[in-house]
């Protein structure tokens, strides 16, 4: 069957770094995804990963190695507005998303 | 730009009663899709369409249709609802010119079945 797996939740210090991963099974891979979603509000795009490597946008990075089936989401530079869930996405060779339940990242002063 | 609206944002069903949630966007996007979230499980996709006219089954789709009339808009219907449809609901679109399937998401709509 198709999995991904991330940890349930995890704390932070403001200014610190933070690296959630994120692990894969799925039939085939057209592509992995990092979203971020507030409570309460709508998911928001963050990076897309389709190479192995590290893409690098900003404060956040995003690397994949797609022959380990893993990836992680890197948070730099931790501000109280990062405290958000964030959610991993595969998609498979169908091009069908296959959804992580999402990390809770808890960021203490 | 308003991306994608999705109507209602609240609402109280009693089991067996019926209706419709709304979604629309302004991006021109082929793509849309619905989807559920409920606590400690990821996204789970119930239905989606390639273009206006087409609608596909996604991975939950008993107790739901859909329709998509007009390109801009896409309606999830309940036409009995159970307490198992207790759930937040996201609309999302996505561009047919955006390689990597980005996908935009409404405000959600939160649905609770007595």
């Not at chain 1, 192995?52 to 956040?60: A, P, Q, V």
């Not at chain 1, 948070?75 to 060779?93: H, P, R, V």
């Not at chain 2, 400690?40 to 996709?45: F, P, T």
């Amino acid at each position: 069957g198709q999995n991904i797996d991330q940890p349930t939740e995890m704390t932070a210090t403001e200014g610190a770094i933070v690296q959630i991963n994120c692990t894969y099974q799925t039939s085939g891979f057209n592509g992995l995804f990092w979203y971020q979603q507030h409570a309460g509000e709508a998911p928001t795009f963050l990076s897309y990963n389709v190479l192995d490597g590290l893409e690098e946008k900003g404060r956040f990075s995003s690397f994949l190695s797609r022959s380990k089936g893993y990836s992680y989401l890197l948070l730099k530079e931790l501000q109280m507005k990062d405290s958000a869930s964030y959610l991993c996405a595969c998609m498979d060779s169908n091009y069908q998303l296959i959804w992580g339940a999402g990390t809770k990242l808890i960021i203490k002063p | 730009n308003a991306g994608v609206t999705q109507t209602p944002k609240f609402r109280v069903l009693k089991t067996g009663q019926s209706m419709t949630l709304l979604c629309a966007q302004d991006m021109n996007h082929e793509y849309m899709y619905w989807y559920r979230q409920d606590p400690g499980m990821g996204l789970r996709l119930i239905h989606y369409s390639v273009g206006e006219g087409t609608t596909a089954k996604g991975e939950v789709p008993d107790g739901y249709n859909v329709s998509r009339l007009k390109k801009q808009n896409f309606l999830l219907g309940l036409e009995s609802a159970a307490p198992s449809q207790t759930s937040v609901y996201f609309c999302a679109s996505s561009s047919i010119l955006s390689g990597a399937n980005v996908l935009t998401f409404g405000a959600g709509s939160r649905l609770t079945v007595l």
